[in-house]
T-cell receptor
Framework: QKEVEQDPGPLSVPEGAIVSLNCTYSNSAFQYFMWYRQYSRKGPELLMYTYSSGNKEDGRFTAQVDKSSKYISLFIRDSQPSDSATYLCAAHSGGSNYKLTFGKGTLLTVNP | GAVVSQHPSRVICKSGTSVKIECRSLDFQATTMFWYRQFPKQSLMLMATSNEGSKATYEQGVEKDKFLINHASLTLSTLTVTSAHPEDSSFYIC????????????FGPGTRLTVT
């Protein structure tokens, strides 16, 4: 079992829709959780960074972490065509080990 | 702030030759840099972690003699793919962080390597 599982999609939604992206993880030591956005043939861009369980909101983006169920989510409100990209979840356990473990990424297309 | 560049953005080389990829932190000092490889429709796989002035730490299954990493300054790390083969063709991405050991990582735009 991979440490971070993510449905690769693809996911296609109309403009303005609420998008829900999800990952599960198996390593109980993970404490820090991230969502990255990656456009085609580009490097990942950090969107959200959260520690432990809870919610974090930044504009149209909300990240949720539920450590009890080892479930992490990213919600995108009022989705735009420019949100079309691959979204990668990632986690690390902190301490002296900051190695990121990535999910496979979900390809999202927002149709105008 | 926190901009990371990579050079070249894409490179084509013949089998058996070596290729060097540069990763630079443009507006901050990076004590730690990471090198990843990404195959099409796959996730990023960490290859190695390097701290400035120290030898790189390679992930299991990554040949250190094939993928030479040098982190000689706080703004530059290089990855040299030696004796490249077609199966080394991939998207190589570096990231950099300010603190020793990691924390928030800022990614470069990636280098597309094609070995013919």
């Amino acid at each position: 079992q991979k440490e971070v599982e993510q449905d690769p999609g693809p996911l296609s939604v109309p403009e303005g829709a609420i998008v829900s992206l999800n990952c599960t993880y198996s390593n109980s030591a993970f404490q820090y959780f991230m969502w990255y956005r990656q456009y085609s043939r580009k490097g990942p861009e950090l969107l959200m960074y959260t520690y432990s369980s809870g919610n974090k909101e930044d504009g149209r983006f909300t990240a949720q972490v539920d450590k009890s169920s080892k479930y992490i989510s990213l919600f995108i409100r009022d989705s735009q065509p420019s949100d079309s990209a691959t979204y990668l979840c990632a986690a690390h356990s902190g301490g002296s080990n900051y190695k990121l473990t990535f999910g496979k990424g979900t390809l999202l297309t927002v149709n105008p | 702030g926190a901009v990371v560049s990579q050079h070249p953005s894409r490179v084509i080389c013949k089998s058996g030759t070596s290729v060097k990829i540069e990763c630079r932190s443009l507006d901050f000092q990076a004590t730690t840099m990471f090198w990843y490889r990404q195959f099409p429709k796959q996730s990023l796989m960490l290859m190695a972690t390097s701290n400035e002035g120290s030898k790189a730490t390679y992930e299991q299954g990554v040949e250190k003699d094939k993928f030479l990493i040098n982190h000689a300054s706080l703004t530059l790390s290089t990855l040299t793919v030696t004796s490249a083969h077609p199966e080394d063709s991939s998207f190589y991405i570096c990231s950099a962080s300010r603190l020793t050991g990691g924390d928030e990582q800022y990614f470069g735009p990636g280098t597309r390597l094609t070995v013919t």
